[in-house]
Nanobody, 117 residues
Framework: VHLAESGGGLVQEGGSLRLSCVVS????????MGWYRQAPGEERELVAA???????EYGYSMKGRFTISGDIDKSPVYLQTNSLKPEDTAVYYC????????????WGQGTQVTVSS
């Protein structure tokens, strides 16, 4: 499985971006796909994920301004980001969780989101 993100960029405070994650390869063993973000000096944190079977999961305080959509087996998976704040500035990574892969996690290369005040 290979992941490729796009859609990041520079946006003013209050603006929106839609991030896309295109999945290539066999996804039968992927149990969830999601978006994480990592700001400089911070740990990587969950933004949102779609769970095989139809559920979604959001990180702490992420629900409301961030919306994940898509299907694991039907690329792409989107992250709609609204009412962005400077503290949302980070590299956003697409993730696939698969118990069939060593380490269980597959990561994309990341896309930079910068929110100016």
């Amino acid at each position: 499985v290979h992941l490729a993100e796009s859609g990041g960029g520079l946006v003013q405070e209050g603006g929106s971006l839609r991030l896309s994650c295109v999945v290539s390869g066999d996804t039968w063993c992927v149990s969830s796909m999601g978006w994480y973000r990592q700001a400089p000096g911070e740990e990587r944190e969950l933004v949102a994920a779609v769970i095989r079977g139809g559920g979604t999961e959001y990180g702490y305080s992420m629900k409301g301004r961030f919306t994940i959509s898509g299907d694991i087996d039907k690329s792409p998976v989107y992250l709609q980001t609204n009412s962005l704040k400077p503290e949302d500035t980070a590299v956003y990574y697409c993730n696939a969780y698969s118990p069939c892969v060593a380490g269980y996690n597959i990561w994309g290369q990341g896309t930079q989101v910068t929110v100016s005040s």
